[in-house]
């Protein structure tokens, strides 16, 4: 079975700060996606970022990066000048690929951006 | 663009009383899927779909039915609601398939027992 770990409930940081979140992950798959959605207070989940398990570079996308390394099963997010609207519930996820592709998620980290 | 709507978006039942949560995807997804998020807990996969007629179970599929008889709809049913079920609960679709498209969640619906 699939596990993933957010090891940090909450993290709070200063605006235009820089911020990492942790996730690991257990499998014993060779072809997955990992993904972080973002749960503001408005309850809505929104895709992030995803990594794909083949690919050894690490995916970014705006101020949003991870640090994908796949020997120790870890993902872990980095916001980059980080902004009010990044307050949020922050959620790691992994996909396997074949079959049903059920998601599934960590427990959660409630990020709080001060200004 | 609505993409994935949950009906309703609220609901208040009382134990025993029954309901049924509409899931309705209007991206021709294959896949949909129903899951539970409970405080300081990642979401959790109740009941999900491949296809038109097909339904299999998720992680904690007790105390809930699906159906899937039309592509675009997916829908939850609590046949006895108990407090336990009281939840936010979330449908998400996607392509399936080969596909490497992410899933597609809606707005989710927030279930209290009393």
């Known amino acids: 079975a699939q596990t993933v770990t957010q090891s940090q409930p909450e993290m709070s940081v200063q605006e235009a700060e820089t911020v990492t979140l942790s996730c690991t992950y257990d499998?014993?798959?060779?072809?997955?996606?990992l993904f972080w959605y973002k749960q503001p207070p408005s309850r809505q989940m929104i895709l992030v970022i995803r990594?794909?398990?083949?690919?050894?570079q690490n995916a970014t996308e705006n101020r949003f990066s991870v640090n994908f390394q796949k020997a120790a099963k870890s993902f872990s997010l980095k916001i980059s000048d980080s902004q009010l609207g990044d307050t949020a519930m922050y959620f790691c996820?992994?996909?396997?690929?074949?079959?049903?592709?059920?998601?599934?998620f960590g427990q959660g980290t409630r990020l709080t951006i001060n200004p | 663009n609505a993409g994935v709507t949950q009906t309703p978006k609220f609901r208040v039942l009382k134990t025993g009383q029954s309901m049924t949560l509409l899931c309705a995807q209007d991206?021709?997804?294959?896949?949909m899927y129903w899951y539970r998020q409970d405080p300081g807990m990642g979401l959790r996969l109740i009941h999900y779909?491949?296809?038109?007629?097909?339904?299999a179970k998720g992680e904690v599929p007790d105390g809930y039915n699906v159906s899937r008889l039309k592509k675009q709809n997916f829908l939850l049913g609590l046949e006895s609601a108990a407090p336990s079920q009281t939840s936010v609960y979330f449908c998400?679709?996607?392509?399936?398939?080969?596909?490497?498209?992410?899933?597609?969640f809606g707005d989710g619906t927030r279930l209290s027992i009393l």
């Open positions: 991206m021709n997804h294959e896949y």
């Open positions: 499998t014993s798959e060779s072809n997955y996606y």
């Open positions: 998400a679709s996607s392509l399936g398939g080969h596909s490497n498209q992410p899933q597609h």
């Open positions: 779909s491949v296809g038109e007629g097909t339904t």
């Open positions: 990594q794909e398990a083949y690919k050894q």
């Open positions: 996820a992994f996909l396997i690929i074949q079959g049903a592709q059920k998601l599934v």
